[in-house]
């Protein structure tokens, strides 16, 4: 038995979700989003609470039950607060600096990296050192950050490279003279 699944979804002041058929559009103070649900699920609203149903107990629709139910949330969620995730840059020389929509990152290249924003994504640097990915769509702010961050990922002898904010990095020996 799905237990996310069956949760209800209480939709706060402020948000509106629009259910039609298999798509479902939720708007709010951040923005707009929409998703296409797949066919076996349904929604039911209720004043402001909407309910994810599946049909029967096949493990497809199980599984689809609680995905079904964790989007939507997240949707919810996105649109009311907005999503944020926090990149850090650590070596010697390597800095970014936000240019229009794009960020243009020294990363210990021949060249330097610039990133353009896709639709939807902000960024903000508060200094050198410091990227924060600011988005609705959860999924796309996780997407975006996962790109940057491979622009550079850290390695594990000096720790230089992109990591996340709140990743730790396991660091290993190098090699040990006579």
Do not use: C, W
Request: net charge positive.
């Amino acid at each position: 038995m799905s237990r996310i699944g069956n949760k209800p979804i209480e939709v706060p002041e402020g948000v509106e979700v629009k259910i039609d058929g298999h798509k479902i559009t939720v708007k709010g103070p951040k923005g707009t989003l929409e998703r296409e649900i797949n066919k076996n699920i349904s929604l039911e609203m209720e004043g402001n609470i909407l309910k994810v149903i599946r049909p029967n107990d096949e493990p497809k629709n199980k599984s689809l039950h609680g995905l079904t139910r964790t989007l939507i949330n997240n949707m919810i969620i996105g649109v009311k607060h907005e999503y944020s995730k926090e990149l850090q840059i650590n070596g010697v020389g390597y800095r970014v600096q936000k240019q229009g929509n794009n960020l243009n990152m020294t990363l210990g290249y021949s060249h330097p990296v610039i990133f353009e924003a896709p639709k939807g994504i902000t960024f903000d640097v508060p200094n050198p050192n410091t990227i924060i990915v600011k988005g609705i769509d959860k999924e796309l702010v996780g997407q975006t950050a996962a790109v940057v961050r491979s622009k550079r990922p850290p390695e594990v002898y000096r720790g230089k490279g992109i990591k996340y904010a709140d990743e730790v990095i396991r660091r290993k020996e190098g090699k040990t003279g006579k």
